[in-house]
């Protein structure tokens, strides 16, 4: 990392980014609204993020493969662990530092899919809504039926700042369900780590993931994930610590799992390389813009990623602005007509069961959350 403040800012956007740091001291609250500087920006939608889920889309099949209760907790530990390079390190790796993504409109939609092949079997494909706007919560679906796998979600984030870095705490979790040959279900309730976003001084900008994260079986494994970033004298970035503990009945050693979740990892046991994303990743298939519905996520910012990608940061404002100002009315007019925006693939609930079982076996914090039911509703590009 450079040593000099600013070092990585454009020269002509140095000043901007210096008011930026200023108005980052000294705000309270959400960040998300806060507007930053063009050089900071990324031409992807937030919609876009829940394609990292599944960009190794053999790992995600591979979980049904398990022969046993414990084969498939790992199984689920590994791709877990492996998704997490593509969510939280690849656009430093394409961008050259994080960026932050476009904020999603409300009923935003992202479609993609991973074909077929021999290794996993069916297609794996993904639905994202923008479920909400105030606060910005994105509901996503993963599914690859022929292995009877799937994934249901969703994420917001709550954003403060503190000591020199941009503190994000994760709202949400994951329910991934392996249908069996037995015809019974195993439920799996993954919950999300705290992110910090260093580098804010230099312009240089990267995401280090803290605290602790579970993944709660309903067979009673649980894998407990303790992240631990670079100190400012020592220590290795992303690096972690999973522990796989055996139910109470079982009368196994639990597996133990040390490594750097951006590159690879070992089972300490054994000294058996547990996971590997130095090879590259799978990037989702999308339909071509001139084919997607004006909600779709590259449909609707076209006009403002393209200007990001081109440094036409004044064309990029002005698209952006439009789309802000259409919500805006859109807004007003549901108030002035006493209605409400419809979702299109999920269905609001209260209170998650799944996450209330499954949370009360490792003391889950909060006890509670809401969730979003799929209404299993094919979109356009998935039919």
């Known amino acids: 990392m450079s040593e000099q403040a600013g070092e990585a800012v454009p020269a002509a956007q140095k000043s901007s980014w210096t008011s930026f740091l200023k108005s980052l001291a000294g705000f309270t609250g959400d960040l998300s609204a806060m507007t930053a500087?063009?050089?900071?920006?990324?031409?992807?939608s937030l919609t876009e993020f829940p394609a990292y889920w599944c960009e190794r889309p053999e790992l995600f099949a591979a979980i049904a493969d398990g022969k046993t209760e414990q084969a498939r907790a790992l199984a689920v530990l590994k791709w877990f662990i492996s998704t997490l390079k593509g969510q939280y390190t690849s656009r430093n790796e394409s961008m050259g530092s994080e960026k932050k993504p476009l904020n999603p409109v409300l009923g935003e939609l992202f479609y993609g899919y991973w074909p077929a092949n021999a290794a996993r079997g069916g297609k794996t494909t993904l639905v994202v809504?923008?479920?909400?706007?105030?606060?910005?919560?994105?509901?996503?679906?993963?599914?690859?039926?022929?292995k009877g796998v799937i994934l249901t979600g969703h994420s917001a984030q709550k954003t403060s700042f503190s000591g020199g870095s941009i503190i994000v705490k994760?709202?949400?979790?994951?329910?991934?369900?392996v249908s069996l040959p037995s015809g019974e279900t195993e439920e799996?309730?993954?919950?999300?780590p705290r992110l910090r976003i260093d580098g804010l001084w230099y312009g240089s900008p990267y995401i280090e993931l803290a605290e602790t994260s579970y993944i709660q079986s309903s067979t009673g494994w649980l894998s407990t994930i303790e992240y631990k970033g670079k100190g400012y004298f020592s220590g290795k970035s992303h690096t972690f610590k999973a522990t796989l503990t055996p139910p109470s009945h079982v009368g196994t050693s639990p597996h133990v799992i040390e490594g750097t979740w951006h590159t690879t990892s070992k089972e300490l046991h054994s000294g058996v390389t547990f996971h590997d994303v130095t090879s590259p990743k799978e990037e989702i298939t999308v339909a071509p813009i001139e084919q997607q519905g004006e909600w779709e996520s590259r449909k609707l910012w076209h006009g403002v990623a393209t200007g990001i990608r081109?440094?036409?940061?004044?064309?990029?404002?002005?698209?952006?602005g439009k789309i802000e100002n259409e919500q805006r009315q859109r807004r007003r007019d549901e108030s002035a007509s006493g209605t409400t925006w419809e979702l299109k693939h999920f269905?609001?609930?209260?209170?998650?069961?799944?996450?209330?079982r499954l949370g009360k076996l490792f003391k889950a914090n909060p006890p509670t959350e809401d969730g979003y039911i799929y209404l299993g509703n094919s979109p356009r590009s998935e039919s």
């Open 129 to 146: 809504e923008q479920v909400s706007h105030h606060p910005p919560i994105t509901a996503y679906r993963i599914e690859n039926l022929e």
């Open 347 to 356: 269905k609001h609930i209260e209170h998650d069961p799944v996450y209330e």
């Open 170 to 177: 994760q709202v949400g979790h994951a329910t991934l369900t």
């Open 37 to 44: 500087p063009p050089f900071i920006l990324s031409p992807t």
């Open 310 to 320: 081109e440094g036409d940061f004044e064309s990029a404002a002005t698209f952006k």
């Open 188 to 192: 799996y309730l993954i919950t999300l």
